[in-house]
């Protein structure tokens, strides 16, 4: 079945703004060579799981040839863009459709280019990345799973980059890279790697101690994938604005969570830890720790996983019906209520969690964030079904019996359906 990906392009902004005006005459054509053009965003109509979403992507976004031949042309008529975002190509327009008034294309199943008409698909048809080598003012450069090829090494020469995202999520192409060679670029605030192929160590980003507020770590799934970044965690424990770290999915990422003292981290708003809780048993101490980490004049709200070598993990069930073990403890703060739950995850997304631990009394109706909280505590309720009612982390019996109590119901659930359109259908032919 093809995959759609609903697009709309909002084109209220400096960008185009900037690009049509260079047409009125030769003095303005001039003038939006020299501009600096700022960064800023695009409302696009995307699906999310069939569901209609708005949601605002930066641009220039490059997805399409047309856009990649005009960011050809852009490379002379306007060299001072400051943000580029390419992603892989999407497939050919096969329609369009609405959501709240706005009206968006819908794409086929996406190929590894958008080829135009009579157009071979070779490897000369990916990305040449050597296309925004020029736009030396670059702040925000983002690589989606792009096919690119070239000389890669003119992809970390941009001194005034504030934004770097790349995720090579597939073989989209075959950069391996070093974390070494961001020293080029010392202005880094947000740094994004998903899938990335890089190597190093964490603490080879110590030269963005004072500039880095955000950092996002994912390994590939893919075991044969070069993806090796290494170290401690807390080689990051005294950068100075650091505000966000989430290293959930980062598996060569290791360290003792028990080791985090008060005064680390001092800017930390969201920290996800990887799998460096060693034991279940240290899961007291560890909740003692996150609860006053969340209680500092600049709260932090944090998050670990039960470690991969763990003796007190244990395998999921086999039944692709039932979430794996909940082996994530997580905090949460719904208004200004603070709380704790075991969380089963699956990269990147929760499946299912087990129910909200509570440290504080329940919102007084008159609090300004009570309407907050209750918004927030019903999401938070929504990803429990499967362990409705359990407030620590399973034993695996435990964990055992509610998959077989889950078992039990789906067959009855089944029995139940077929009788009644068994029911049904002998109803239709009396009549």
């Known amino acids: 079945m093809p995959c759609y990906h609903p697009i709309i392009f909002n084109v209220t902004n400096h960008f185009w703004e900037i690009l049509c005006a260079r047409g009125t005459c030769t003095q303005w054509c001039e003038a939006a060579r020299h501009t600096l053009v700022p960064p800023?965003?695009?409302?696009?109509l995307v699906s999310i799981r069939g569901t209609p979403k708005v949601k605002d992507y930066p641009q220039f976004h490059v997805d399409t040839s047309r856009r990649y031949n005009m960011l050809k042309v852009m490379r002379e008529v306007m060299p001072n863009l400051q943000?580029?975002?390419?992603?892989?190509?999407q497939g050919r327009v096969i329609g369009s459709m609405s959501y709240n008034g706005i009206t968006g294309n819908i794409y086929g199943k996406s190929e590894e280019r958008y080829l135009d008409e009579g157009e071979e698909s070779n490897k000369e048809s990916a990305y040449d990345v050597s296309i925004i080598e020029d736009f030396r003012n670059l702040r925000s450069l983002v690589l989606n799973c792009a096919p690119l090829h070239g000389a890669y090494p003119c992809l970390f020469g941009f001194k005034h980059l504030r934004e770097l995202s790349i995720d090579q999520g597939g073989d989209y192409c075959d950069m391996v890279w070093d974390l070494k060679m961001l020293s080029c670029m010392p202005l880094i605030e947000k740094l994004t790697l998903i899938s990335s192929k890089a190597t190093g160590y964490i603490s080879d980003l110590h030269f963005l101690k004072n500039t880095l507020l955000e950092l996002v770590i994912v390994s590939s799934p893919n075991q044969s994938v070069v993806d090796d970044i290494d170290g401690g965690f807390m080689d990051l424990a005294q950068f100075a604005v650091l505000r966000k770290l989430d290293l959930k999915w980062a598996k060569g990422i290791r360290g003792d969570a028990s080791q985090i003292q008060l005064t680390d981290f001092p800017c930390m708003q969201k920290l996800d830890l990887p799998g460096v809780l060693l034991r279940v048993d240290q899961s007291k101490e560890?909740?003692?720790?996150?609860t006053e980490l969340a209680r500092r004049s600049s709260p932090c709200i944090a998050s670990?996983?039960?470690?991969e070598s763990s003796s007190d993990r244990f395998e999921r069930n086999?039944?692709?019906g039932v979430p794996p073990p909940p082996f994530t403890l997580e905090f949460v703060h719904p208004g200004n209520r603070l709380g704790?739950?075991?969380?089963?995850?699956?990269?990147?997304?929760?499946?299912?969690?087990c129910e909200i631990n509570w440290l504080d009394e329940e919102l007084d109706t008159d609090s300004d964030q009570y309407h907050v909280y209750q918004e927030e505590t019903k999401r938070l309720n929504e990803s429990v079904h499967f362990y409705k009612g359990i407030y620590h982390l399973?034993?695996?019996e435990e964990y055992r019996e509610m998959c077989a109590v889950h078992e039990e119901r789906k067959k009855k659930f089944m029995h139940d359906l077929m009788r009644r359109i068994n029911g049904h259908n002998s109803e239709m032919m009396n009549r």
Request: charged content about 25%; glycine content about 4%.
């Open 40 to 44: 800023s965003v695009e409302n696009r």
């Open 83 to 89: 943000q580029v975002h390419l992603s892989k190509f």
């Open 286 to 290: 560890i909740i003692g720790l996150f």
């Open 340 to 353: 704790w739950r075991w969380v089963s995850q699956q990269r990147l997304w929760y499946i299912r969690s």
């Open 304 to 307: 670990v996983r039960l470690s």
């Open 394 to 396: 399973p034993t695996e």
């Open 318 to 320: 086999g039944d692709e």
